[in-house]
């Protein structure tokens, strides 16, 4: 039986990958570039660096990543269709397992910057109700560690905890840490189907609400 979940954030919980893409256009073509397509800026997602990312657009890197970053907000983020209400059968879930003596806790791993910004997509996309400063971390490329520290601090082993993601970098940290792996693959991924696949995650899911089936 599962006993936590640990969530990525965008792609995952937030819709924010057309938000992203429309952001680096705009600071693209405000210097100039030629601004990539939507399916090249999602197949150069993970892969090389911002640096070669941005010279292969004809814009110089450093200006174009403190501009993008000066351009960033959030307020218009929505949650992903199927979100609000798979957590909200999490938190029936987890009364109803509280009642019988036992537990089902999640929380989330992201890749942002701070969980000032976490909180802040949560926010507007009214899914705050669900989540607390105190299960949201933010860390850097590999989540391992941060997967480990929350199963010390849930006291949960890892075959009953699962990670929900859309990327690679979710499913690869969710083995190294010898979790079960959910690989989210649809319109709203960051990644694409064939490169989760690739990562062999124990569970593709079209959609969040599929994840019901394997929590139980």
């Known amino acids: 039986m599962i006993e936590l979940v640990i969530f990525d954030v965008d ?4 819709n924010t990958v057309r938000k992203n893409f429309e952001l680096e256009v705009d600071v693209i073509t ?12 999602r197949s150069a997602l993970f892969r090389g660096s911002w640096t070669e990312y941005y010279e292969q657009y004809g814009v110089d890197p ?32 987890s009364i109803d397992r509280s009642n019988k003596g036992k537990k089902l806790k999640w929380s989330v791993v ?21 989540f607390t400063d105190c299960n949201i971390h933010v860390t850097e490329a590999d989540k391992s560690e941060a997967i480990i520290g929350e199963l010390r601090e849930h006291d949960v082993r890892p075959e009953r905890a699962v990670i929900v993601g859309d990327t690679r970098i979710d499913v690869e ?10 690989g989210i693959a649809n319109e709203y991924s960051f990644d694409t ?18 994840i019901i089936g394997v929590i139980g």
């Open 30 to 41: 405000e210097m100039g570039g030629k601004a990539p397509s939507f399916e090249q800026y």
């Open 110 to 130: 992201s890749l942002a910057k701070s969980v000032e910004r976490v909180r802040k997509k949560l926010e507007n996309a009214r899914l705050e109700r669900y």
């Open 11 to 14: 792609g995952t919980l937030v």
């Open 173 to 182: 940290s969710g083995r190294k840490a010898g979790i079960i792996t959910i």
């Open 62 to 93: 450093e200006r174009a990543i403190a501009l993008y970053y000066e351009k960033l907000t959030y307020i218009d983020v929505e949650a992903i269709p199927g979100v609000g209400e798979t957590l909200e059968d999490l938190r029936v879930k």
């Open 193 to 210: 189907f064939e490169r989760i696949r690739e990562a062999k995650p124990d569970y593709i899911a079209r959609s969040i609400k599929e």
